[in-house]
């Protein structure tokens, strides 16, 4: 399960008469950045889960992961993604919902074969909660005006429910008690609200492999966006004109915007020090012999969240 890795993801078997396989499985050589494998490859470690089972949820999360990224690209007529064209744009709108539609239903076929209907259940919630995410984020693209609360509503939903299932699945499956399962979905929501936080702050940048500036071209005053008009108020009549409409260049600086990406990044420190505390937790109810050197390395990986670019 590394980024060089991508075999574990291609899809076999029975469904490829009429080529829908082949289009899905040269999209998936388009690797992104494997977070929710590792993750699960550490609370693996954790809880002593035999690495079958980890494929299993590391896989099916990440076919869900591609899913949701697939409809996600239709849905806001995204371009690019990772750097490359989306795949609406290399196919049409009408291939690339199908083409999702088929790895969440491969999804449920390898879970079911597995005997794994809990976690076919509590995946299944977390895919409810990613539509009511997006539902609610559209809502508010037509609404026009939102507070931070609704932002982390979204966020939690549409983000922060894959990994919370990611987290709580490993501990689900080996059979941890019901608190730590409770305490490992907390940590992969705050994981990604923080994600998603920073998601924000690149939407603003040139080098993300990403549309620039597609929430606000699309309606939606993201976290960013927030913290610029909080503090340069003089700006939100401007910012609210542009809403829904194609531009290249705001009305702000480059040093306003900074600004504003720094105050969302001191909010995501908070959240991801909140996730680290909830890691410490979980930990003390593990008997794995380095669990100093596996902490370690979660908190590296979680600093990294904030830092990244891409
Ligand atoms: C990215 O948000 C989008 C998501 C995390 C979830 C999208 C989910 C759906 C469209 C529903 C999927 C349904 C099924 C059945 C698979 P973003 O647009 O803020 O991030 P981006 O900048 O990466 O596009
Ligand atoms: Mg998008």
Redesign the pocket.
């Known amino acids: 399960m590394t980024n060089a890795d991508l075999s574990f993801l291609k899809l076999s078997g029975r469904g490829n008469a009429y080529r829908v396989q082949e289009v899905i499985n040269s999209h998936l050589s388009h690797s992104g950045k494997m977070m929710r494998p590792k993750i699960i490859e550490i609370f693996g470690l954790i809880f002593n889960l035999e690495k079958e089972k980890q494929y299993l949820i590391a896989r099916s999360a990440e076919l869900?992961?591609t899913?949701?990224?697939?409809?996600?690209?239709?849905?806001?007529e995204?371009d690019t993604?990772r750097g490359e064209l989306t795949l609406h744009k290399k196919t049409t709108n009408s291939r690339a919902v199908l083409a999702?539609?088929f790895?969440?239903a491969r999804v449920i076929s390898e879970l079911v074969s597995a005997g794994e209907y809990e976690i076919l259940r509590t995946i299944s919630e977390a895919?409810e909660d990613?539509?009511e995410?997006?539902f609610l984020?559209d809502q508010l693209k037509i609404k026009g005006t939102n507070s931070k609360e609704e932002l982390i509503e979204v966020s939690r939903k549409?983000?922060g429910a894959?990994l919370a299932w990611c987290c709580s699945s490993v501990a689900q499956v080996a059979g941890a008690q019901e608190n730590i399962v409770k305490k490992c979905h907390l940590f992969g929501e705050k994981i990604g609200v923080a994600f998603?936080m920073i998601?924000?702050n690149?939407?603003f940048s040139s080098v993300?492999g990403?549309d620039k500036h597609?929430?606000l071209q699309d309606g939606?005053i993201?976290f960013t966006t927030l913290n610029l008009l909080k503090r340069y108020p003089e700006l939100y009549y401007v910012v609210h004109q542009m809403r829904g409409s194609q531009f290249s260049d705001g009305p702000w600086s480059s040093q306003q915007i900074e600004e504003a990406q720094n105050d969302t990044k001191e909010e995501v420190d908070f959240i991801l020090n909140e996730a680290k505390v909830l890691f410490a937790e979980i930990t003390m109810s593990s008997n794995t012999e380095n669990i100093l050197e596996i902490t370690q390395e979660v908190f590296n990986f979680i600093d990294q969240i904030k830092e990244r670019t891409k």
């Open positions: 869900i992961h899913a949701s990224l697939i409809h996600d690209d239709v849905v806001d995204a993604r999702g539609d790895l969440l895919l990613i539509v995410g997006e984020q549409k983000t894959l998603q998601d924000d690149l939407d993300s990403k597609k929430d939606l993201n």
